[in-house]
């Protein structure tokens, strides 16, 4: 099964780093892209479809709404945000929790829930 990554990174040659040393991994399909707009993020994340997406902190998104908003269209993506600085991977696996009820929200802040 091949694992479809988009990277977006500020810095263009950390983009081109991570999009070479993926690129090493038979398994891996990686795009690489220069984000220019927060409307550029939206369509290639519809464009390419990515189970990936790798960003780094350092990305600015004048709406950052609009990028979190696109990603609820996505039901399996993984985000993972690189912080070159303190050498950390935080990574973000988007989750749809059936509520029956408005309490239902405590076990998912707890992380209790049951994924149907």
């Known amino acids: 099964m091949t694992i479809k990554c988009l990277v977006v990174c500020s810095n263009e040659l950390m983009g081109i780093a991570v999009e070479n040393l993926f690129k090493t991994q038979a398994d891996l399909e990686v795009v690489n892209i220069h984000l ?6 939206v ?5 390419n479809q990515p189970d990936v997406l790798i960003t ?27 912080n070159t600085q303190a050498n950390v991977l935080h990574v973000y696996k988007k989750q749809d929790v059936l509520v029956t009820e408005i309490s239902d929200l405590f076990s998912v802040v707890r992380d209790q829930h049951i994924n149907p």
């Open 36 to 41: 220019l707009t927060d409307a550029d993020l």
């Open 43 to 47: 369509q290639e994340l519809e464009l």
């Open 56 to 82: 780094d902190e350092s990305v600015d998104l004048s709406n950052p709404t609009m990028g979190l908003q696109s990603l609820i269209r996505f039901l399996n993506i993984r985000v993972i945000v690189l």
